[in-house]
């Protein structure tokens, strides 16, 4: 049975019934600064720490618990007969039961404008310490980290007079999950002052569970959702569910891609994605109108897809949505009559993302597992160096529109990827093929729009003419791409010779 606890916690939830609780167990309780003075207004006694060390408090508060009378009582191993030896001799009584949360380091960080110093000043140093000292020793002492496990160890104390040796392992787990999610923040925060450590020696990074999911990508995987710690406006993260069934995998997966695409976008915009790729994409003067550019792109495809809108949904724009099956609709705002009607469908997920048109911050990076090791990089959040004509035959003010469109949909697109737009809008897509003709192929040949006239995008230069060709074939009539090619020469007259209008961004977007 435990006799003595140390209690110093700034999340008071919960606290004063779990050492009232413990007073029933007639333990002794140490404390110290507001969370002593919160039990003793309880009606709960307790015995400051600074009359356990015969120090003061000082510094503001900053020395409290450092001293070996603390950690001496937390360190010593019960079964090592020497450690209970030296106790006796120095006089210092064995610690339980500790229990602690930090200085609330990621609230403050998360405030508007806080300063470097109220920064700094909320970082824990005897909290950790003490923590870590505690599961180092589980065995003998009981550390609890998380006000979710008061329940547990109250009740095991009371049913078994003890608390299981799976339970204090678990809970020393908790421990050093907490304080190196706890120092990951704070390296990160100091990093991220600094333009030059992007990419440091040591990369330290931490997440935090948003929820457990039914499963990943297939259903024999297990998965979960976690979130990135900082302002993550207008990402997945904060979009309110309003309706539907709970997200899966590849839900927030294909949700994220619509995201990101929807996000190079100004004007009332609509895209649909298949698979993380888009398969329709609309600009129009209204949300209604871009709804139907996308939809008419590949009516086939769009079929349980993810529909993402950077205007509110209307009436008349769920009543089409409706008319097929959609797997989510997310958007900064619904009409009542629009929500209702799509609503009307039980199982079609609605989210509410008010901030959806907020691009990443560009200090982000963009992570890929591999085995053994993560590749990371810089967020692609740029679209092209500088427009040059290499053509003869300069675009049409209409050609040109289309051909940017066209590009923000392609930086989007899996490579090898191929995106026709005609009128701001997608009319064919040819995403992931192993060479670049096989990508313009199936776009032409899938697409449900008539090509003749459009404009095309490639996400990386042409290897060989035969991309051009193939274009004057299908009767589109300007080309952006980004160029380097040693054969560059041979498309710029490919496309002269066709009096195709081609266009180099100087910078490719490949997406894998």
Request: with cysteine; glycine share 6%; proline share 3%.
């Amino acid at each position: 049975m435990i006799k003595r606890a140390l209690i110093s916690v700034s999340n008071k939830t919960g606290i004063v019934e779990f050492a009232k609780k413990l007073k029933e167990l007639e333990v002794e309780i140490i404390s110290t600064g507001g969370t002593a003075r919160k039990l003793v207004e309880n009606g709960i006694e307790v015995t400051n720490v600074s009359d356990i060390t015969g120090f003061p408090e000082c510094l503001d508060g900053r020395v409290k618990t450092l001293h070996p009378v603390i950690h001496g009582g937390i360190l010593a191993v019960r079964e090592n007969e020497n450690h209970m030896k030296q106790l006796k001799e120095l006089n210092i009584e064995p610690i339980d039961l500790l229990v602690i949360n930090l200085y609330p380091f990621k609230e403050t960080i998360l405030k508007e404008n806080t300063s470097f110093e109220e920064a700094i000043e909320n970082i824990d140093i005897g909290g950790p310490t003490m923590l870590r000292a505690a599961a180092k020793n589980f065995k003998d002492v009981i550390v609890v980290v998380d006000p979710i496990d008061y329940e547990k160890v109250i009740n095991e104390l009371i049913e078994k007079k003890e608390v299981s040796y799976e339970t204090r392992y678990r809970l020393a787990l908790k421990v050093f999950e907490y304080t190196s999610h706890y120092d990951a923040l704070i390296s990160n925060y100091l990093k991220d002052r600094l333009d030059d450590e992007k990419f440091p020696e040591i990369l330290t990074i931490t997440y935090e569970k948003v929820q457990d999911l039914r499963y990943g990508e297939n259903s024999h995987q297990r998965a979960a959702f976690y979130r990135e710690i900082g302002k993550n406006t207008g990402s997945l993260v904060n979009a309110k569910q309003i309706s539907g069934k709970e997200l899966s995998f590849n839900n927030i997966n294909d949700a994220n891609g619509a995201l990101e695409l929807l996000k190079e976008f100004d004007e009332p915009t609509v895209v649909a994605v298949k698979h993380t790729n888009p398969c329709g994409v609309g600009c129009g003067i209204n949300i209604y109108d871009a709804y139907m550019k996308a939809y008419e792109c590949d009516p086939k495809s769009i079929f349980g897809g993810i529909i993402a809108a950077n205007k509110a949904i209307d009436k008349k724009t769920a009543e089409e949505i409706n008319k097929i099956f959609i797997e989510i609709v997310i958007a900064p705002d619904f009409d009542e009559e629009g929500l209702e009607i799509l609503k009307s469908k039980k199982n079609i997920r609605i989210l509410k993302l008010k901030d959806i048109e907020k691009k990443q911050m560009k200090n982000r990076v963009d992570i890929k597992k591999v085995s053994g090791g993560i590749l990371i990089q810089d967020i692609d959040f740029r679209l092209y160096d500088d427009l040059k004509v290499v053509t003869e035959r300069v675009p049409t003010e209409k050609e040109m529109e289309d051909l940017i469109f066209a590009w923000k949909v392609c930086k989007h697109v899996k490579s090898n990827g191929i995106v026709l737009a005609k009128d701001k809008q997608t009319v064919g897509i040819g995403p992931g093929q192993v060479n670049r003709i096989w990508a313009l192929e199936n776009s032409i040949k899938q697409a449900f729009v008539d090509v003749k006239g459009s404009v095309m995008a490639s996400d990386a230069f042409f290897p060989f003419s035969d991309c051009v060709e193939a274009a004057a074939k299908a009767g589109i009539t300007a080309i952006i791409q980004p160029g380097g090619s040693i054969r560059d020469r041979e498309s710029i007259e490919a496309a002269d010779k066709y009096g195709i209008a081609m266009i180099f961004t100087g910078m490719r977007h490949f997406k894998h």
